[in-house]
């Protein structure tokens, strides 16, 4: 089962569309093996405003990740899966960090893995111009 806990109030991000794609098809697969058909992922979104950041959390019920792995995962070649390449989670972290982002991992209390991306968020400017909000309308 997949749940969504969405802030459909996020101020707007600058990323690579089909690059954000390949790094939530990434996350999502990765839980989906971790819970071998049994459990729950969430995914949230919320705005930090006192940060500026837009966090995107993918967060599922699974085994959890010990924390000698979890210091290893985004290193290339590195993988707990059976047959995994080890760079699924390599390719996520030089993604995330070419949008000026931060990727960390925790454990999902009580149970599972809570990966979390935070992304800056476009500032806001007082008028753009456009008469749809307070947001700049192009990307920089």
Known sequence: KIGRDLDLALPPVNVDPEQMKRVLINLVDNALDA???EGEIV???RYLKEREVVALEVVDTGPG???A???RLFLPYFSTK???TG???AIVHRIIAEHAGQIQIEDN???????????PALTPVSD???GVGPWPTTRS
């Open 69 to 71: 792995d979890r210091e």
């Open 128 to 130: 753009n111009g456009s």
């Open 35 to 37: 819970l071998d058909g």
């Open 87 to 89: 760079l699924g989670l």
């Open 65 to 67: 990740i010990s924390v």
């Open 43 to 45: 995914l949230k979104t």
């Open 82 to 84: 059976r047959g995994g």
């Open 109 to 119: 209390v009580p149970k599972g893995t809570r990966v979390i991306i935070e992304l």
